[in-house]
């Protein structure tokens, strides 16, 4: 299995443009998460899916921010309009059924600068 | 709210040692408790998870240990090599859907 795929691995964008942040998961996997890691406050959970479905946002920082799973092997975070605060780094992971007993895989991640 | 707290925020020690992480959270209710490692500029790897019921963990070389009771779980690594250098977190599943609170991690360097 190729694990969880990210694309892409850098964007460089300018403050006010909309940026896409990808996701495939693993095969089979019925849960996916979006988490942002930065310096000053580490890793957050964003928001998290379970068979399609948002179940959790409240980590969503501010409406600029929107994350969609259109079917069971994708999903996109997108940011519109992009702030120079949004810079961090952006992960995707799976987890077989997004309960608590499930190991989550993460993918690369997208490192993302908001010029 | 539940806060995870990881000590020491880096550590370095010599090749062979054995070494300790620490892990703190505020809330004792939780489904269970994962360590990680990250690799710089890649993404994490589970290494152990801890179910609420259990008291220990161990794979290879590492033995992490849950104490719900005190709000502390801690990650003994043995005879530590180069290899082992990372940043190593833990999280604690706050529910039943898999929701995972992250402490900012331990940057472990291992020296030859």
């Known amino acids: 299995d190729a694990g969880v795929i990210q694309s892409p691995r850098h964007e460089v964008t300018e403050m006010g443009q909309e940026v896409t942040l990808r996701c495939k998961p693993i095969s089979g996997h019925n849960s996916l998460f979006w988490y942002r890691q930065t310096m000053m406050r580490g890793l957050e959970l964003l928001i998290y899916f379970n068979n399609n479905v948002p179940i959790d946002d409240s980590g969503m920082p501010e409406d600029r921010f929107s994350a969609k799973m259109p079917n069971a092997s994708f999903s996109t975070l997108k940011i519109q309009p992009s702030e120079p605060r949004d810079s961090a780094v952006y992960f995707c992971?799976?987890?077989?059924?997004?309960?608590?007993?499930?190991?989550?895989?993460f993918g690369p991640g997208t490192r993302l600068t908001v010029l | 709210k539940q806060e995870v707290t990881q000590i020491p925020a880096a550590l370095s020690v010599p090749e062979g040692e054995n070494l300790v992480l620490n892990c703190s959270f505020t809330?004792?209710?939780?489904?269970?408790l994962q360590w990680f490692r990250q690799d710089p500029g890649k993404g994490l790897t589970s290494l152990l998870l801890i179910q609420s019921s259990q008291r220990e963990q161990t794979s290879g070389r590492l033995n992490a240990s849950l104490d719900k009771s005190s709000g502390r779980s801690t990650l003994y690594i043995a005879a530590s090599q180069p290899g082992d250098s990372a940043t190593y977190l833990c999280a604690v599943a706050h529910n039943q859907g898999g929701k995972l609170i992250f402490g900012q991690g331990t940057e472990l360097s291992v020296k030859p």
């Open positions: 992971a799976s987890s077989l059924a997004g309960v608590a007993t499930d190991t989550q895989y």
């Open positions: 809330d004792s209710a939780i489904y269970n």
